[in-house]
Nanobody, 118 residues
Framework: EVQLQASGGGLVQAGGSLRLSCVVSGLDFDDYAIGWFRQAPGKEREWAAC????????YYMDSVKGRFTISRDNAKGTTYLQMSNLKPEDTAVYYC???????????WGQGTLVTVSS
C-alpha cells in the first residue's frame, strides 16, 4: 500500500518558519517526483513546489520563490518543504503527492495545516 504522510504544520507568526515533511512508503521513492500543493480556506487547491526524481531539480510557484525550499532524502524516503518568511496568505492545508515523470500526481497524502497569524 502506498502511503504519503505529511506532517510539520502548525501555527506560526508572520515572518516565521516551518518545515513540512512528507514520508513516503510503498513505492520506489527514487523513481518519483514529489510535489507540494496547498488549499487555502474557500479556495481551490494549488500547486506550490515540486522536486524531480534523479536530478532533484526543484520548481516553485512565483509567490513562494525565495521563501520556500523543497528537498528530498532518498535514503529516508522523505521530502521536505522548508518555509521561511511566512505570510498570512500562506495559510492553507498543505498536501504532498507523488508522480512518475510527466504523468499525473497519482498518490496523495492527507494534508497538514499551516496557519500564519499577522
Amino acid at each position: 500500500e502506498v502511503q504519503l504522510q505529511a506532517s510539520g504544520g502548525g501555527l506560526v507568526q508572520a515572518g516565521g518558519s516551518l518545515r513540512l515533511s512528507c514520508v513516503v512508503s510503498g513505492l520506489d521513492f527514487d523513481d518519483y517526483a514529489i510535489g507540494w500543493f496547498r488549499q487555502a480556506p474557500g479556495k481551490e487547491r494549488e500547486w506550490a513546489a515540486c522536486i524531480n526524481s534523479g536530478d532533484s531539480k526543484a520548481y516553485y510557484m512565483d509567490s513562494v520563490k525565495g521563501r520556500f525550499t523543497i528537498s528530498r532524502d532518498n535514503a529516508k524516503g522523505t521530502t521536505y518543504l522548508q518555509m521561511s518568511n511566512l505570510k498570512p496568505e500562506d495559510t492553507a492545508v498543505y498536501y504532498c503527492a507523488s508522480k512518475i515523470g510527466n504523468g499525473p500526481y497519482e498518490f496523495w497524502g492527507q494534508g497538514t495545516l499551516v496557519t500564519v497569524s499577522s
